[in-house]
């Protein structure tokens, strides 16, 4: 029988017998009958040590001739031992070796891109393990917290006809001899289905053919896009500091072992709790001007903005009522302030920048026509968005949630790309 590495810790014993599963983390043989091998599991590592006159020729043979990363299953007594990771390690009395393998491509020291090359086997470092358990329990406990909270989780279709951000940047497909697109946010889906539902929410990939190179986009990213009836954008911006603030405070409390292996001090995140400041973004304009920034009213807050205006807090902020002419099409203007629109971003703090896009929808039939007509999109593509308009309209809100951008935050990465398994960016898109 074998258990994980976790589990021996949890019961560990001198002289207790275990058997273990897994990989070569490390190898190093000392003198000519000694070597240790750290061996990995998807739990953690566990050091052990094989002696050459403690076991079978075979097993010493066998021993020497592993790799890292080879698979193995190994069987030993747990011996105490201060300097081994976790107080115990493993005097191994049998080894079999599952598959020896190939040398490891993979040593120390290697740049970026090789490491964004071999993307398939990098996966398996310690690094890459812990933020890719992050990004699980994170959408977990927002996944959590939707659900309690009244929400149904729904599905879009990802191959669509028409853009939800007014269409610019979308990547095209040749639809059997007719034009579609890959999805660039699930939002309008998500409208169709609150009439209803109520309360929804949708978890799917959205598409960005932008030529952003930057930290902090991909063109394929997670979209979580909650989406309410009978709310408006006071409501929305809580719902959205009351996720964000449940899922991290779920997430230090309850993960500290992955914040250790990423070296990210969960203190920095603990005062990430409600009301998360609020600027109007004229004044979010202004105060980017004080602190040295140079933006004018109708620019968008580009990264250096964005880390010049959320340097000084430790919480998410809020920015809300840009000017309409730089936001879609769906979004309500706000009546107490003509000329700017009832949508908010929500920004990390440190320079992480935005994570969510929000705002409450034009929902009478005339009002979304006018501003169609404005911007001059084509009604024709969107005749089912806007006949949603035409039986039992209601008020409502939503927003966008940028799962990696999210993660990257949380967990302090330093690029996005390692906030997913494969990333898709302008450059990339192998393996
Ligand atoms: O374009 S957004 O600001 N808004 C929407 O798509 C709305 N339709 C959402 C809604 O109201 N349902 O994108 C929302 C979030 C944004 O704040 C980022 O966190 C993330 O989606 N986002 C991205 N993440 C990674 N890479 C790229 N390129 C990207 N674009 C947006």
């Not at 302030?337 to 034009?362: F, N, Q, W």
Request: hydrophobic share 40%; proline share 5%.
């Amino acid at each position: 029988m074998t258990v994980h590495v976790a589990d021996v810790f949890k019961n560990a014993k001198e002289g207790k017998s275990v058997g273990l599963r897994g990989w070569v983390y490390r190898y190093r043989k000392l003198g000519e009958d000694k070597i240790f091998i750290v061996l990995r599991d998807g739990t953690g590592i566990i050091q052990s040590v094989v002696k050459k006159d403690s076991v079978t020729e075979k097993v010493w043979k066998d021993a020497e001739n592993l790799y890292i990363e080879s698979s193995l299953i190994i069987k030993g007594e747990l011996k105490k031992d201060e300097r081994a990771p976790g107080g115990f390690e493993i005097k191994i009395s049998d080894i079999e070796v599952i598959h020896q393998g190939l040398p490891f491509p993979i040593q120390k020291d290697l740049s970026e891109e090789f490491l964004l090359d071999v993307r398939h086997l990098w996966l398996r470092s310690r690094k890459m393990t812990a933020i890719m358990k992050g990004r699980h329990f994170l959408i977990e406990y927002l996944r959590e917290w939707l659900n309690n909270n009244g929400f149904y989780e729904v599905v879009p279709p990802i191959i669509t006809k028409s853009g939800a951000e007014g269409g610019a940047d979308m990547f095209e497909l040749n639809y059997f001899g007719t034009k579609a697109y890959m999805t660039q946010s699930s939002q309008l889906y998500a409208e169709a289905m609150i009439f209803g539902l109520e309360r929804v929410y949708v978890l799917a990939p959205s598409f960005r053919a932008e030529k952003s190179r930057t930290r902090k986009h991909l063109t394929e990213f997670w979209h979580l896009e909650p989406e309410m009836a009978w709310v408006g954008q006071k409501e929305n911006m809580e719902v959205q500091e009351e996720l964000v603030s449940f899922a991290v405070q779920k997430f230090i409390k309850e993960n500290e072992d992955i914040l250790r292996v990423l070296n990210r001090d969960p203190e920095e995140l603990k005062n990430v709790k409600p009301p998360f400041p609020r600027l109007d973004y004229e004044k979010a304009v202004e105060r980017v001007n004080e602190l040295g920034g140079r933006m004018e009213y109708g620019e968008d807050f580009g990264a250096d903005e964005e880390e010049i205006l959320t340097k000084e807090y430790d919480v998410p902020i809020f920015v809300h009522n840009f000017p309409k002419e730089s936001k879609a099409f769906y979004m309500r203007e706000d009546p107490k302030k003509p000329g700017t629109v009832l949508a908010d971003d929500m920004l990390a703090p440190k320079g992480h920048g935005e994570i969510i896009g929000g705002s409450e929808r034009i929902w009478k039939l005339e009002e979304l026509e006018a501003r169609m007509n404005e911007v001059k999109l084509d009604p024709k593509d969107y005749e089912w968005y806007v006949d949603l308009r035409r039986y039992g309209s209601v008020p409502h809100s939503g927003f966008g949630l940028g799962i990696e951008r999210f993660v990257k935050w949380v967990l302090n990465l330093e690029n996005i790309r390692d906030a997913i398994p494969f990333p898709r960016t302008i450059t990339r898109v192998y393996p």
